[in-house]
């Protein structure tokens, strides 16, 4: 398969980006410089169309790493509130210092530890709560063997209009082709992909987008009874 190892056209895609401004500009320039994992610009491109189509105001976020892609939430939607899950001190470090040096970082709340255990959580927490204390919108964009668990509990603490968006679910194209010692080191990741791409093909109260752009994106909404 021609593009199975690397993202089609990224260069491309790049060299037309535009950043929201030069604040996260240069941040995503020294995220790149560290070799610091964060959303794609195409990516971004398509969470901030999406964003400004629904304006969201409680945001949830599952995968922090240096709060890039939280502080493009927070700075797209002055509204909104965003709560963002990140477990390895590294990244929580780096976050924090950005999340405080910036005003937007005010509408930022950074929960720190495995995100399977805060949003059990938030599950008991949010039991009897109504919709207005509930998620609008959830990004998914952490561990890959564990999406289905996070979607699980995301739906149980969004409302039913909610978008819920998952990064990552080509997996540089191993999830259709898987061959090579780098596919060989992510097979787990790759196995529990496959699984819970089946398992939002199977339900049917689901209507799901699968994009193959960047290293592509689950789009899912919950099919209302009108
Ligand atoms: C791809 S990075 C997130 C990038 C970020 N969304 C951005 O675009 O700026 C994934 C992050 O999820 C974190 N992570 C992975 N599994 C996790 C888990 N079970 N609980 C909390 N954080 C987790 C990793 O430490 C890593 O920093």
Redesign the pocket.
């Known amino acids: 398969m021609k593009y199975v190892r690397d993202i089609p056209f990224k260069e491309f895609v790049d060299s037309h980006h535009r950043a929201f401004d030069d604040d996260l500009a240069k941040l995503r320039r020294s995220?790149e410089d560290e070799d610091v994992?964060?959303?794609f610009t195409e990516t971004e491109e398509i969470l901030g169309l999406l964003i400004g189509l629904t304006h969201p105001v409680r945001i949830l976020?599952?995968?922090?790493?240096?709060?890039?892609?939280?502080l493009f939430f927070a700075k797209k939607l002055p509204e909104a509130h965003i709560t963002t899950?990140?477990?390895?001190p590294v990244?929580v470090e780096a976050a924090r210092a950005a999340f405080s040096s910036r005003k937007e970082g005010e509408r930022i709340d950074l929960l720190i530890?495995?995100?399977?255990e805060i949003l059990d959580q938030f599950v008991c927490d949010l039991a009897d709560a109504d919709e207005s204390e509930k998620f609008d919108f959830v990004?998914i964009?952490?561990?890959k063997s564990?999406y289905k668990e996070f979607f699980e509990a995301a739906e149980k603490i969004c409302i039913k209009d909610a978008l819920i968006v998952c990064?990552?679910i080509l997996l540089k194209g191993w999830i259709v082709e898987a061959e090579g010692k780098e596919a060989k080191r992510h097979r787990t990741s790759i196995k529990y992909m496959k699984k819970f791409l089946e398992y939002l093909r199977e339900r049917d109260d689901l209507e799901v987008s699968i994009l193959t752009g960047a290293d592509g994106l689950a789009i899912i909404r919950f099919i209302n009874e009108q």
């Open positions: 995220n994992p964060l959303i976020e599952i995968g922090t790493a240096y709060g890039y892609s939280a899950i990140e477990r390895n990244m530890g495995d995100a399977a990004f964009d952490a561990a564990h990064d990552n």
